[in-house]
């Protein structure tokens, strides 16, 4: 038995591979913190909901993250390479950053908290620019899928950290102190990024701003199948971000949880069965390889969607709703797993900060469009029709990856 599995498993052993675990730390740790910690922050110090909404807006950097990524393709610091260098710059600057926002206040100095976030924030995408390329450029064919898992893993232990455990810390030692143990945390990236391994290929990078920004969209869509593959990026994850616009208002509106049900099993058993599901779907996409994972983990993620009309049928059971709360989440890691790979595979190595940052910011697009209309088609048809309708959602992203099949199994970076 256990010389079937070791193939599957010697990938864990990989260097690589741990490094992924804590630079995914690193990168989710400052999302929260000028996110919903931050709303927390603001509510309990009183502050207006006028300028709580205000201070959503410093999350932009995150959606606009392409347009400086050309910069970071570009140029080279004079110190840890092309990728490891401008991660340590990043992450120097939001230890600081966060730090500074501990000694600021939402009551006494509202303006300079939002300057202070809003450069966190822009520090924090800049970070997950080039995590994303890093992780692009130094990982092997074989070690994507199982990369890919172990960085999300990271990335929702840190959200979790800087989420809900800052949340209750903050009850117990202030917000300001709050605030600074989270900046020392930012250390576990900064040791991590020091230890981990540069590219085994040597790189050439772009010679001009000009390619930088050029050179991406040149080169991708020099592929034969380059629109069909902007299609399958769009689609392929539509359902089941279609079904998770509408899950907890369904879990507590629809079916008559309490939050404190929905906290402890959407959120907690959700969590753990999402990082089961991408640490599960990485390693079998050793064996499986990129196209049949996609496949079988895009059929699942569609089959998921299903069990929520079981719970619309069944009513309040905690047995069936705690069943597709879990079938729900494993089966969205493992998709996310093999999507993240996916993007990994089309980008070309010369370029992968800032065609990782399209790529990644196209997969949104359909669900930005989409995802209002959940509401509505709730009130037309009913729980049991939407969370079917969503996994017809799924369909034609399926559809077109069949189609694609030979284009999928053949692709490979470039490290020219």
Known sequence: MRSRLSPYLDVFRSRRIAVMLLIGFSSGLPLSLTGSTLQAWMTVAGVDLRTIGIFSLVGLPYTLKFLWSPFMDRFVPPWLGRRRGWI???????????????????????????????????????????????????????????????????????????????????????????YIIMAGLMIV?????????????????????????????????????????????????????????????????????????????????????????????????????????????????????????LLAWTGKSYPVMIFAVAFENLTGGMGTAAFVSLLMALCDHRYSATQFALLSSLAALGRVFISPTSGYVVELTGWGTFFFITALTALPGLFLLWHMREDIAGLKQSKT
């Open 189 to 309: 990236g900064i040791l991590t990024t020091l230890w981990g391994p540069e590219p085994e290929d040597s790189i050439k990078h772009p010679e001009t701003l000009q390619e930088a920004v050029w050179g991406p969209l040149r080169n991708f869509f020099s592929r034969p199948a380059a629109f069909s593959l902007l299609f399958l990026i769009v689609l392929y994850k539509l359902g089941d971000a279609y079904a998770g616009t509408m899950t907890t208002a369904f879990l507590i509106r629809g079916v008559g949880f309490t939050p404190t049900d929905v906290g402890t099993v959407n959120k907690g058993l959700g969590l753990v069965s999402l990082i089961i599901g991408a640490a599960f779907g990485g390693t079998m996409m050793v064996r499986l390889g990129l196209f049949r994972s996609l496949m079988a983990f895009g059929l699942l993620q569609a089959a998921s969607n299903l069990s929520f009309i």
């Open 88 to 178: 340590i710059i990043a992450q120097v600057c939001l230890v600081a950053g966060i730090a500074a926002m501990g000694f600021s206040s939402p009551n006494t100095a509202p303006l300079s908290l939002a300057i202070l976030a809003l450069i966190v924030a822009f520090t924090s995408a800049s970070q997950d620019i080039v995590v994303d390329a890093y992780r692009t450029d130094v990982l092997r064919e074989t070690e994507r899928g199982v990369g890919a898992a172990v960085f999300v893993t990271g990335y929702r232990i840190a959200m979790l950290v800087s989420g809900a455990i800052a949340l209750i810390l903050s009850d117990r030692i202030g917000w300001q102190d709050t």
